[in-house]
């Protein structure tokens, strides 16, 4: 019998929002089974087999979407799972199609295994606010009943858009999916604008140098001149919050209330550290990019879920840890 809160499963758990869902658990009395890439040697993964807690707490396992089957063994025993492994990357050029045939499948394959495991109650997916800002339609405040429009987004291409079709698709296939399954299997989504914070992954996060390419000189990646935000470990404790809740019902946002824009994040960087060149609000107005509406978390706040970070703090503490390893 396990001790504590009991065993559950975080897939995917080489990356940003997956380490910190890792450490949140174990600081909170879970043992966890993750899964990572084949191939990941132990050197990559000693950010999570130090973390307080790992070596009595945590397994790690080798698994890969490209082969749904190869979740089972860490799903097996655990009474939850969260399933934040993502097969996107915005350095690589994969088509939508393959991007969404990868996705769904992964997806499906863990739900089952969940099902077939007869001990997990709930699965917590990792949705993407990329999946209800491309509608097409003027709005200012986005809830859960949005959805983005895969007709407008491939006339309109807006940013990283073969990957927002493939997210867009992939949490409608696990929603109906949960449908279909209602009676054996809970599943919820939990979807997230643009994460960022302290991170103890082995890599700089790539929500990181989006948000901020400017900064990191990522111009590659586009400039957003506007958008949603939340804490990653905010982010850990509202899937948590999602897993023991009673009874949650299909998507959940999570962003905080608003949008921060770029002139905002130019403030709050030259109070704190004057060191960085900072455009100028002038140069400003001559940059292009993207601006992305409010998320509103209304749902999730009714449910009773308290946010811990404003804008300030995640900004500070992202730049603050860039600083610490190296990046900036």
């Not at 449908?179 to 929500?207: M, R, W």
């Not at 449910?303 to 970070?309: C, D, L, T, V």
């Amino acid at each position: 019998m396990e001790e504590g809160k009991g065993r559950v499963c975080v897939t995917g758990g080489g990356g940003f929002i997956a380490s910190m869902i890792i450490k949140r658990l174990l600081l909170e009395g879970y043992s966890v089974n993750t899964t990572v890439r084949p191939g990941k040697s132990k050197k990559d993964v000693s950010f999570l087999t130090n973390l307080p807690g790992a070596s009595r707490k945590l397994q790690v396992f080798n698994a890969d979407l490209n082969n749904p089957e190869s979740f089972i063994p860490a799903i097996e025993g655990c009474v939850g799972v969260f399933h934040t492994a993502t097969p996107y990357d915005l350095q690589k050029d994969e088509d939508e199609h393959t991007l969404t045939k990868r996705a769904i499948g992964g997806a499906l394959g863990i739900l089952q295994a969940s099902i077939s495991s007869k001990t997990v109650k709930r699965v917590v997916y990792t949705a993407s606010g990329a999946a209800i800002i491309n509608s097409g339609k003027e709005v200012e405040d986005l809830d859960e009943s949005y959805w983005s429009d895969i007709d407008f987004m491939y006339k309109t291409k807006p940013f990283a858009w073969t990957i927002a079709i493939s997210q867009t698709l992939t949490e409608k296939a696990v929603l109906e999916f949960a449908a279909q399954h209602e009676n054996e299997l809970d599943v919820v989504t939990l979807i997230l604008p643009y994460v960022i914070g302290p991170f103890i992954c082995s890599k700089l996060p790539e929500s990181v140098e989006s948000a901020f390419a400017w900064l990191f000189g990522k111009y590659q990646f586009g400039v957003f001149l506007r958008f949603p935000l939340t804490h990653v470990d905010d982010v850990a404790r509202a899937q948590i919050f999602l897993l023991e809740h009673p009874n949650p019902k299909g998507r959940f946002n999570c962003s905080l209330s608003g949008t921060v824009t770029f002139e905002e994040i130019g403030d709050i960087l030259m109070a704190k550290y004057p060191e960085f060149q900072i455009p100028t609000r002038e140069s400003l107005k001559e940059i292009k990019g993207w601006t992305i509406p409010s998320i509103n978390s209304k749902k999730l706040r009714d449910a009773g879920f308290k946010f811990n970070y404003g804008t300030k703090e995640i900004i500070e503490e992202t730049i603050q840890c860039c600083k610490e390893n190296g990046y900036l």
